[in-house]
Antibody, heavy 121, light 107 residues
Framework: QVQLVESGGGVVQPGRSLRLSCAASGFTFSSYALHWVRQAPGEGLEWVATISYDGSNKFHADSVKGRFTISRDNSKKTLYLQMNSLRPEDTGVYYC??????????????WGQGALVTVSS | DIQMTQSPSSLSASVGDRVTITCRPSQNINNYLNWYQQKPGKAPKLLIYSASSLRSGVPSRFSGSGSGTDFTLTISGLQPEDFATYYCQQGYSTLWTFGQGTKVEIK
């Protein structure tokens, strides 16, 4: 079955960096676009970034553009989110998710359990 | 960016009720609209994709409709396990956006 397992979360000071990883299994990793979605404590869902199946196309939300970078290693079946210049408002649970096969992959069919990132001094 | 406006932000309903949640994008998104359910401490789950297609395994009491700039999620016959927060999401533009969520609570 499809599994997505995030790791790398933790407590970090403002201005520092952190890299999240998402290990995938149960599907052909190199065939699917992947996304990061985050959720601040008590708040709604916020889309963060997407990467195409081969890594050639990447898009980031305006709120993280220039600070966060999505990437993937298809040989390791792993998705990454490099987060630099972290701010307190970046605190939240970060989910990796895989697109569905319908409608040009514009929905998120499978989600990981989430990784908690806390930005605080 | 495309803004997604969900209404209401919360509602109280009883088991067996029919519940309707609305999502209005700030521009035409054709049918690139999806609905998710999230329970506290859990990852979201996809319910409806492409505005009206029910994901396999999702109970048939969930249905979606609409296109363009006006979409609806309906739960026909609310069950105890349906009390949760629901989000719409557009996949029309390269920068995706979610609605702010609708919390369905027990009356």
């Amino acid at each position: 079955q499809v599994q997505l397992v995030e790791s790398g979360g933790g407590v970090v000071q403002p201005g520092r960096s952190l890299r999240l990883s998402c290990a995938a299994s149960g599907f052909t990793f190199s065939s699917y676009a992947l996304h990061w979605v985050r959720q601040a404590p008590g708040e709604g869902l916020e889309w963060v970034a997407t990467i195409s199946y081969d890594g050639s196309n990447k898009f980031h939300a305006d709120s993280v553009k220039g600070r966060f970078t999505i990437s993937r290693d298809n040989s390791k079946k792993t998705l990454y989110l490099q987060m630099n210049s972290l701010r307190p408002e970046d605190t939240g649970v970060y989910y990796c998710a895989r697109v569905g096969v319908w409608n040009s992959g514009t929905s998120l069919e499978y989600w990981g359990q989430g990784a908690l990132v806390t930005v605080s001094s | 960016d495309i803004q997604m406006t969900q209404s209401p932000s919360s509602l109280s309903a009883s088991v067996g009720d029919r519940v309707t949640i609305t999502c209005r994008p700030s521009q035409n998104i054709n049918n690139y609209l999806n609905w998710y359910q999230q329970k506290p401490g859990k990852a979201p789950k996809l319910l409806i994709y492409s505005a009206s297609s029910l994901r396999s395994g999702v109970p048939s009491r969930f249905s979606g409709s609409g296109s363009g700039t006006d979409f609806t999620l309906t739960i026909s016959g609310l069950q105890p396990e349906d009390f949760a927060t629901y989000y719409c999401q557009q996949g029309y533009s390269t920068l995706w956006t979610f609605g702010q969520g609708t919390k369905v609570e027990i009356k």
